[in-house]
């Protein structure tokens, strides 16, 4: 699975923005997809991820604002984002797994990674 992150950029706070991530492979459907976060100097953590079968787990830090979804007639998972603060700022990398959904919140077990894209939010 190849896949490609997409749809950063510059937003204000309050501001909104939409990440998409395509993937390659005709086994997308069979795959949890998850999107990460690294900030500066900080390590990569756990955004959100959206099971096969379409369940669902947020970062307690992204709950309520970010919404998860997925295509799997497209090959594509999109994060939606919401009332964006400038601690959202980070590169956001999209990320498939196999695992059980219990364990797909870490990072050392997505298989297949894309390239990441950036947002920065301004205060």
Known sequence: ???QAYGGGLAQAGGSLTLSCAASGRTFSTYNMGWFRQAPGKER???AVIRWTGGRI???SVKGRF???RD???NTV???MNSL???DTAVYYCAATKVAL???TTTKFYDYWGQGTQVTVSS
């Open 102 to 104: 219990s364990q797909t």
């Open 58 to 60: 947020y970062a307690d």
């Open 85 to 87: 603060a400038p601690e």
């Open 67 to 69: 919404t998860i979804s």
């Open 45 to 47: 953590e756990f955004v």
């Open 1 to 3: 699975v190849q896949l």
């Open 72 to 74: 799997n007639t497209k």
């Open 78 to 80: 999109s994060l939606q």
